[in-house]
């Protein structure tokens, strides 16, 4: 799937951009991710006998809260990284820039929105708004300005509190929320 964006494939000739990888690189684990959560199905007691849902929490939010500090750390490599070329420093720094604000945005709309609909902020959703927010900036990190990098981190962190809810609703049990920050904001 790389080389249908990448390198002068179909999808890049037909006017397709996806500069380090949101569709190439996270939707494509999205859909392998959607593939698994299908074939073995929700996790035991995830929903009672009525069909509602039975919320099963993280167990250390302190490493949750970690291990997305660190991916989110990560993309300074990830995205700046993609641009191949060490000496072009006003790239890299746009890029890391737009990569930042996005996440932020993502955060702080993920953080309203849930808090919103749950009456109470969530820490698991502020740490998967985080990482929405560096999926869907992912493809166009090089392209748009910080402006735009709002925007786009803004619904990308509305996105997948909805899409988690999305999810619930329709039996898909996704347990560390990879359909809705990878595959939704992916795509």
């Known amino acids: 799937t790389g080389h249908w964006i990448w390198g002068g494939g179909w999808a890049q000739?037909?006017?397709?951009?996806?500069?380090?990888?949101?569709?190439?690189?996270?939707?494509?684990?999205?859909?392998?991710?959607?593939?698994?959560?299908?074939v073995l199905g929700p996790r035991l007691g995830k929903f009672r006998k009525d069909g509602s849902i039975?919320?099963?929490?993280?167990?250390?939010?302190?490493?949750?809260?970690?291990?997305?500090?660190?991916?989110?750390?990560?993309?300074?490599g990830f995205n700046p990284g993609s641009t191949m070329a060490v000496g072009d420093g006003k790239a890299i720094a746009h890029i890391a820039v737009t990569t930042n604000t996005s996440a932020v945005f993502a955060i702080l709309s993920a953080t309203v929105l849930s808090w919103i609909i749950s009456g109470k902020p969530d820490l698991s959703m502020i740490i998967n708004g985080a990482l929405a927010g560096l999926v869907a900036i992912t493809a166009p990190c090089a392209f748009v300005g910080i402006g735009s990098a709002a925007i786009i981190g803004a619904i990308a962190g509305a996105l997948v509190v909805l899409a988690v809810r999305l999810f619930d609703s329709l039996k898909i049990d996704d347990p560390v929320g990879a359909l809705s920050v990878h595959l939704v904001n992916g795509v």
Not at 19 to 38: D, E, M
Not at 57 to 72: D, E, F, K, P
């Open 13 to 38: 000739t037909i006017g397709m951009w996806d500069f380090a990888g949101s569709t190439v690189v996270h939707s494509v684990g999205g859909w392998a991710a959607l593939a698994g959560v299908l």
């Open 54 to 76: 039975k919320p099963i929490m993280g167990h250390n939010m302190s490493m949750v809260t970690l291990g997305g500090l660190v991916l989110w750390f990560g993309w300074f």
